[in-house]
């Protein structure tokens, strides 16, 4: 049974426990960063006015004595960390000053952060303040995960701060509240472990135009924001997740549900016969198969509006200028396409065609209140299947649909490898970045070394590398130029593709991606891990641009190279060249 241990700290300790990398986030029941700036700043001010600010919860984290998981307490911890290392001032202007806290000036001057030079900064007597305020903070000990899920769903049923969603998602952890979980992470961009350094949120977050707090997911690129389904400000109270809960229940039941706050509300309440029947129609379905098909059928959608790079889905629905949101015909036109692909068995045959029968295709459906109706659902829902029916021939793409990345997989893995940088690689390709077709040799070498090098992170573990992409921006630009094309941003990341290599080389996509396969074939690698990884590469058009993923999947022993042991420091793959370091290789293995 979890105990509970009253522990006030200040906030300079805290600061400390924060950039030891003491403090986590679990996702599987936290929401993002939300605060706005204007509450950020009110907490900071009640801090230098000494007044009291709500209790913060953590649990000691099982088997990591002096670590903590946050319960209660997140955005608050967040916004006192981020203002120290000036992210944002106070509402007169005024900065965190880092040079009188010891702890934070080492951390500037390694890099973790930026100090805002040449700003108008609070007093010392205020830094002091700050940094002596003694938090209301409390620990659970020895708690189970069921304890943790029940304490926060109690927490934030007292006074209702979180969205209907939000509520939702973290009142209950089951197959279904999952899927959703990890299927909108993967719409939204902000792909990552369940459980998270506080460091790392901003990373996962997402940042609106008017808030600019610096996060790195930008809302105006997240599917939702940029096609026109959703509002900026409807991802902060998670209505993509709402979305794609209402859809997986449509899907995994056969036929849509009343489309209202109560349906959703019993689908989530732990027992109650919609939630029962839900989950067993998911068990039989299975929550991989059905996540797969959703990300194929939007990838068809988005593919739609490639054709026209200037085209938003927005543009397609509605013909007048329109503003709102239509997360309900989106849901319609998305389970119309999963019954057409998957049930029919049928592939897209004339993407501009799509594009044409779906032009004003808010004029031909119901889209008033009583479209949240069952039948009227199923109305709309069969009136766009005849609409898009003749774009479409008769295939099995089970092969395309269920083995192979889809778009959304890989911008959710190349957000992921700003965060996790040990499990990914990306590398631009094989060419030098000049005019004509020299290939780098070494490259593929040091890409054989780094797969051996993921490989060795742990049994557990799997990793990526993905071939088309650069973290240079200096890098695109000379692609641009070199091979005429638009490089695509997806975060930090330029997406520069591989058909632009194959060209220059004079093959074919298809032999291009084989000549990868066959250096790796010729390789030095670990028989076992060299198999694994030839029957786990992958291709995908990604708009018009190419991607090779090289997928690491976990290996049960020790690779190498040869006779040679490559390891990951950081981002970076190195030979293991001592004693200690081949033993530390070793242990990881052995237990």
């Not at 911890?77 to 290392?85: Q, R, Y």
């Not at 007597?125 to 700050?130: A, E, G, H, R, S």
Request: glycine share 6%; with cysteine; hydrophobic share 40%.
């Amino acid at each position: 049974m979890a105990e509970l241990a009253s522990q006030p700290t200040s906030v300079q300790t805290v600061y400390g426990w924060y950039r030891e990398g003491k403090l986590f986030v679990n996702r599987r029941y936290q929401r993002k960063l939300v605060w706005t700036l204007i509450e950020k700043q009110k907490l900071i001010e009640s801090l230098l006015k000494k007044y009291p600010v709500p209790a913060i919860l953590l649990a000691e984290r099982d088997g990591a004595p002096g670590t903590y998981e946050i319960i209660d307490g997140l955005q608050r911890l967040h916004s006192i960390v981020s203002f120290i290392e000036n992210s944002f001032p106070l509402a007169e202007g005024k900065y965190f000053d880092v040079t009188q806290f010891p702890t934070a000036k080492t951390a500037a001057a390694e890099g973790a952060f930026e100090i805002k030079e040449a700003a108008e900064l609070i007093s010392a007597k205020d830094v002091t303040t700050i940094l002596d305020y003694s938090l209301a903070l409390s620990v659970m000990r020895n708690a189970k995960d069921e304890e943790v899920n029940d304490v926060f769903d109690r927490i934030n049923t007292y006074g209702h701060r979180l969205s209907d969603q939000e509520r939702r998602q973290a009142g209950v952890q089951n197959e279904f509240s999952t899927l959703v979980r990890e299927l909108s992470s993967s719409f939204r961009g902000d792909v990552s472990s369940d459980v998270l350094k506080l460091q790392s949120m901003p990373s996962i977050s997402i940042d609106s135009p008017m808030a600019n707090h610096g996060y790195e997911v930008k809302a105006d690129e997240v599917f939702w924001v940029n096609q026109g389904i959703l509002r900026s400000t409807d991802l902060r109270d998670s209505l993509d997740e709402q979305c794609i809960a209402d859809i997986i229940a449509c899907i995994v039941q056969g036929d849509p549900i009343e489309r209202s706050k109560d349906a959703l509300d019993e689908i989530y309440e732990k027992g109650s016969v919609p939630s029962e029947s839900v989950l067993s129609a998911l068990e039989v379905y299975g929550a991989n198969k059905v996540s797969d098909e959703i990300k194929f059928c939007v990838q068809e959608i988005l593919k739609v509006c490639e054709t026209d790079p200037n085209s938003k889905l927005r543009n397609l629905i509605f013909t007048k200028t329109n503003t709102n949101a239509f997360p309900s015909v989106f849901a319609a036109l998305l389970i119309a396409f999963h019954e057409t692909i998957i049930e029919g068995k049928k592939a897209v045959s004339d993407f501009k065609g799509l594009k044409a029968s779906l032009t004003g295709l808010s004029s031909r459906i119901e889209t008033g209140r009583k479209a949240t109706s069952p039948d009227e659902r199923r109305k709309n829902i069969d009136t766009i299947k005849g609409l898009i029916s003749k774009n479409f021939v008769d295939s099995d793409i089970a092969e395309e649909i269920y083995c192979n990345h889809t778009a959304i997989d890989i911008e959710g893995i190349i957000r992921r490898s700003e965060i996790e940088l040990a499990n990914y690689e990306l590398k631009q390709g094989i060419l030098f970045l000049k005019e004509g077709a020299t290939e780098d040799t070494a490259l593929i070498d040091k890409v054989i070394r780094t797969i051996c090098a993921i490989a060795n992170i742990g049994p557990s573990v799997a990793g990526k590398i993905l071939i088309g992409i650069t973290d240079k921006k200096t890098d695109a630009e000379k692609i641009k130029k070199i091979d005429n094309i638009e490089p695509k941003k997806i975060g930090k990341r330029y997406v520069v593709g591989v058909y632009r290599e194959a060209a220059r080389l004079g093959i074919s996509p298809e032999k291009y991606f084989s000549k990868w396969k066959d250096q790796i074939r010729k390789s030095k690698l670990t028989e076992k891990l060299r198999d694994d990884v030839l029957s786990n590469m992958d291709f995908n058009s990604f708009y018009g641009l190419g991607i090779i993923v090289i997928n690491i999947p976990p290996q049960a022993e020790l690779s190498y190279v040869g006779d040679e042991l490559y390891w990951r420091d950081g981002d970076s793959t190195a030979l293991a060249t001592n004693a200690k370091q081949i033993a530390g290789l070793v242990s990881r293995f052995t237990g």
